[in-house]
Nanobody
């Protein structure tokens, strides 16, 4: 059974860093565009970043550009999100997602992780 497992969330002070990881099971990661989304209560889930199958293309939400970096290790079936200079407004549940269809896009993921909480204190 395919599943994505996130880790690395937690509580950090503003200005600090966290590194999220997403490991895929029963799924060949290299076939999928991978992304990180986040959601706060009462708001829609938003795309934070995505990375193409071969890691040649990345894209970021304007709110995190220059602070977050997405990367992938297809051999280890893992995707990472390095988050630096964190702000209180980055507080959310972060979800890993995988999409098979399309090229360099992640608008309709086939699989989601269970989410990991990131809390940034001021």
């Amino acid at each position: 059974q395919v599943h994505l497992v996130e880790s690395g969330g937690g509580l950090v002070q503003a200005g600090g860093s966290l590194r999220l990881s997403c490991t895929a099971f029963e799924l060949t990661l290299s076939w999928y565009t991978m992304g990180w989304f986040r959601q706060v209560p009462g708001k829609e889930r938003e795309l934070v970043a995505y990375i193409s199958r071969n890691a040649m293309v990345t894209n970021y939400a304007s709110s995190v550009k220059g602070r977050f970096t997405i990367s992938r290790d297809n051999a280890r079936n893992t995707v990472h999100l390095q988050m630096n200079s964190l702000k209180p407004e980055d507080t959310a549940v972060y979800y890993c997602a995988a999409q098979y269809r399309g090229t360099n896009t992640i608008n309709s993921p086939d699989y989601w992780g269970q989410g990991t909480q990131v809390t940034v204190s001021s």
